[in-house]
Every structure is written in structure tokens, then in C-alpha cells.
């Protein structure tokens, strides 16, 4: 099983970001979790602030062959229609992930452009939602 767990903007920030609403964890601490957690899948761990470069990597993870994508989008989720696109276009299939739950908090963050387009949603289980994206792929 081979997966890219892939993070937008300001995730690069994690553990220090508004850590009442994102937790203490970093992302090198998610990546830490997931490769002990799942010892046999392959993964591939990107961050970017950009959204072309988010759809280039979405690009690559159909190129090379994966087998899904654990998605967290960040603020792009709720105004990004090239990232719903590029998820869209893409062969493996993508799940969105969220460590506040979006549905609680602004309503701005209340709409996804991404989520009608992936084969589901995890939000507001911090960072256990990267671990039940891994499962379901596991699972499938």
C-alpha cells in the first residue's frame, strides 16, 4: 500500500498554531505516529503553502501509481475550486482530513469544495483522523 499524506497551508505550523484548536502535535509528529502505526504501508508525507504546488503533487500521486491520498487542505478547502478539480481528475482516491471540526467553528469553514469530490471527510478528531484516513484505505 503505498499513500501520500499531503498538508496545506500553515500546517507547517503545527504545535505552535493556535494549539487550543490544532493541538500540540507537529507534523513531524504525525509523520512519526503514522510510520509506527502503520509499518507496512508506504508512505509519502508533503506540506505546502501553495496551491499550485498542492496540485502538483495531487498530479504526481496519480502519475505514481498510489493508491490514495489523506488530504488535508487547510483554508483552501472552503475557496479552492482548482484543488476540488485536481482531486477530481485524479485516479487514487482522496480523503479529506481536518483536525478542528470545520462544522463547528466560522461558518465560512463550514462549506468544503474538496469534500464532494473525495471518498470522505474526517473532522475534528485531531490528529487520530490522518490514522482512521489509513484504515479506511487499509480497509478498502
Not at 503553502?49 to 498510489?66: C, F, M, P, S, V
Amino acid at each position: 500500500m503505498k499513500l501520500l499524506v499531503l498538508n496545506g497551508p500553515n500546517l507547517n505550523l503545527l504545535g505552535t498554531r493556535e494549539p487550543d484548536v490544532y493541538g500540540n502535535e507537529t507534523l513531524d509528529d504525525v509523520e512519526a505516529a503514522l510510520r509506527s502505526s502503520f509499518p507496512d504501508v508506504e508512505f509519502s508525507f508533503r506540506q505546502d503553502n501553495g496551491e499550485g504546488a498542492l496540485i502538483d503533487l495531487l498530479h504526481t500521486a496519480h502519475e505514481r501509481g498510489l493508491d490514495g491520498v489523506v488530504f488535508n487542505p487547510g483554508g483552501y478547502t472552503h475557496t479552492s475550486v482548482a484543488l476540488r478539480d485536481a482531486v477530481s481528475a485524479i485516479d487514487p482516491p482522496v480523503v479529506e482530513v481536518h483536525l478542528s471540526n470545520v462544522h463547528a467553528r466560522e461558518a465560512f469553514r463550514h462549506k468544503s469544495y474538496i469534500a464532494p469530490v473525495c471518498a470522505g471527510q474526517i473532522a475534528g478528531l485531531g490528529t487520530t483522523g490522518y490514522h482512521l484516513a489509513v484504515r479506511y484505505f487499509l480497509d478498502a
